[in-house]
Every structure is written in structure tokens, then in C-alpha cells.
């Protein structure tokens, strides 16, 4: 039967270990281009987070997957500090989850506890006080271990190991101190060692810190620009780099949107091709944009791709065996010319040239033109077989009315210059039998077809701005920069650019800014290079 922690008992552990956390003070830039830095914001673990925090504070064990309702993403990333606060309906799943992780642990104690379960309160006791330190992500006085301990005395005495075991392991999982990041600060007002080896670690790893973390905040190896820039280095050389850049990089570019598209199963589409699609996107931004380069350039403009069985009919390619990498037909650059992309921002029947246009503008330079007035129609009729209209024709006469042009005028043009492919992402010259038009504009910028937005892409400073503020937001878990942050973003943008555009790099740099870690460190020298 399970079991699950009564709620008095959750109810006063919860208030016994209820934390505080201080105010982070300006890193000796009071009168600099930053301002007083407000108190850390209290941040609930995303879901990614949480999971991989899960993860790794028990990883010889597996657990079924842990349902949790969707983060919310005001600002495209699902870490938005002000946004996450627990419904009650969390709650229930934490919960659940909470019992089902528990109950994993109590059947596997062997590959769990630090000691052996036969010498009863004392190995419970170990356990504690181990998973609590990493769980919490700093130790624990005496006086705050104190609950936990009572808590497993009290079911060990009326029940067993297993069942003491279980219960305080879902309490220790329910608590405050484990589902928030809780900044403890210190008595100048800056991060603790042990803010800032979180910090590190939900920023490049999207998951806890690790051993050698702990082992720095322990032993005060986190206080200046060399010992800090050493771990960064450490960090992004790891696989788990990987995973805290591809954590970004999905919601920053809504791959994610896939799921939700459908097409005819009469033009080849299938289950099978959608996940295809995730795998083509996922290895071209970890392969050829992480590993081997890292930079705007490479996202925006690389030759090289990788296609599979399911993907490689829509590059006119034959199908290879396996997951082959490729270098593009000549019509063909980058992230916005491959096939996730552009069936990603397709309808049914007709690629979408509205969907197209604003992810270019909202995510690479950051426009942001609002939603449609209430009531517009913002159906895409068919046209008539009497006169046959292009895709760009037909969008052109829908959102003719003035009341659509004040933000078509700016959607439509940047849209207009992927007309070449289909919704599919399939390379095509004619559409209803009439030549294609792939001019578009922005601003007083023109473009001949994609080729030449792209060119224009990489070289814009308003891109290269637009890229910094969408990591900023996602590091700083959705805070809006501010002029009393002005430091962080011009340092940052400053490297970005003496890299190259290298998206590894920014990593680094904000990663490393006292700024951003709030300690009283001197800023290292400007990166300049990749990590």
C-alpha cells in the first residue's frame, strides 16, 4: 500500500525550516554603470530543473516519469522567477511525485544510503543530513536537521527502516528549501559560496551543483574572478554544458512548436517525421552550433546539416540508412532553411508567412508587435479556383485592411522571403502554377530571398543585442535588465562581439559576471575567444 506523510507532519517541517535570505549587495560598482542590486528573487525550480535536480541527487536510480503541470513562459523560457508560483494543483503533483521518488528509494536503499540500514537511526540520520546538504544545496545547522531527524525516530520507532526512510525523504522533497532557490547571502550583503555555486549550476548546467561544486563553496574556492572562471571552464567542458545550453536554445527557438502542427498524411507526414524533425533540429544545434563553434554564424549560416531516414525528402536528397551529416544544396543556410523550421511555421496546406516573419522578428531582434485587435479574422481563406492566387498574393489580400497593415507591414515582408519553401520545407518554384516573389523588407533593409536576410541577420547589431537580452533573460530567470544592470549588458555584449558571436562564450561571460553571481569578485579579463 503507499504511503504518503501526513499533512501535520509536512505542515511543521515546513514551518520549522521555513529559510530567510539576504540582500545582495553591488559588487563594488555602487557608482558604476550599475545600480544597488535588489534582493535576489525567491525562484521556484522550473520543471526541467526539477527533474534534473532529481536526477542527479539520486543517479543510480530510475524513476517514472513525474507529471507536473506546464510551466508558465511569459518571456519565452519556462525559469521566470515571478511566474512560478505553486498552484494547488503543483502542490498535489509535487505530492505525488514526492511519494513516488520516496518509495524508489525506500526499495533500492542499498544503491541510496551512505551506510548500513540495519544500524537504524544512526545510518537514518547520515542519510539526512547527506541528502539534505545537496538536496538543499547548502548544509544544514544542527537546528534545522533536527525536524528531519525527529521525523524519522518517529517512524522508525512505530513502524520500520523502510517506512522512516520513505516518509522523510518525501518531507525533505516538499520542502521549501529543496523546490526554491534560497539565497542565504552573507553578512556583507553578497552571494554565499553556496549562491554561488548554484547560480553556476542552474545557469550552465540547468540542474545542482556537482561534488567538486560543493567541495569550492566548501572550502571558500568561489571569492575571485580565477577560481570562478576555473569552474566555468570545468562546467562548459562536461556533458551536462550540453544540456543547460539545449535547455535554452529550444525555448529560445520554440522547437517545441512541432508538436503542435499537423499535415496530411497523404503528403508523407507522420508520427515518425515529427520526431524526426525534434532529432534534425536537436543535432544541428548541439553537433555543428555547440561543439563546433558555438557562434550566431554558425546558427544563421552554417552548410552543414543532419538528415535521417524520414527527413532527407525534403532536401530532394535520397534517404541514407542513419543519421547522416550533409552540406546543404546552395539554395539552403542555416537553422531558418531547414526543414524543422519551416514545418514548424506551416499550415496544413500552405506555409505560413505570418508565423515565418515573427519568429524572425520577435526572437532575433526582438520586436515585439503585441496581439491581434479583438475580433479580427484571423482565418487564411483558400483562394478561389477561378483565380488562382499565390501563398503571398492570398496573404497580401487578407490583411490588405489598415487595421491589419500597422503590424502586417512589418510581419509580412519578413515572412515573404521563405515563400521558396513549402509548409513541408520542401524547396518549390512555382506556387498554383505562378512564379514565386521572395522579396521582402525590414525597416528600409530589402531583400532578394532568404540569402540576403540572413546576411543581413548576422551582421545587425539589433541581432546581436536581441541575442545577449534573450540568455540574460533566461540566466537571470526572466528579470528584466534594467539601467541599474547596465554593466552586465554591456560587458556581455562586449564579449559577444570580441568573440565572434560565440553563443559558448556569452555562456561563459555571464556565467563569470559579478553582476550576475552578486559577489564582490573583480570581473575577469573580457573573454574574447571561446571557452
Known sequence: MARSLD?????SVLIVLGGCWGTIGDPENTSGPCGDIPEPALKRLSHTEYRNTVRDLFPKLTFPTLQLAPDPTPHGFDNDSESLYAAPLLVTQYNDAAGKIAREVALKKTMVLPCMASAGATCGHQFIADLTARAFRRPLADAELAPFKTMFDTYLAAHNFDVALELTTQAILQSPQFLYRIETGTPDNLSSPYDVASRLSYFLWATMPDAELFSAAASNQLGDADQIAAQADRMLADPRALDGFMTFTRQWLETSRIDRITKPSSEGWSEDVRAALHE???????EIVFKRGGTLSDFLLSNKAFIGPDTATFYGLPAPAAWTEITLPADRRGFLMQAQFLSATGHPDHPSPVQRGLFVLRNLLCVELGSPPAGVNMSVPAPAPTMPLTNRQNYEQVTAEELCQSCHKVINPMGFVFEQYDTFGRRRMTDTGLPIDPSGRFGTTTFVGPHDLLDFLVSSEQVH????????????????????????VDDVTADFAASGGSLTGMMKSIATHPRYLGTAAQRPTPIGGKP
Open 7 to 11: 499533512i501535520a507532519a509536512r505542515v
Open 280 to 286: 534534425e533540429a536537436d543535432k544541428f544545434l548541439s
Open 465 to 488: 543585442k536581441c541575442v545577449v537580452g534573450k540568455y540574460l533573460t533566461y540566466a537571470t530567470g526572466g528579470q528584466k535588465t534594467t539601467s541599474r544592470d547596465q554593466c552586465l
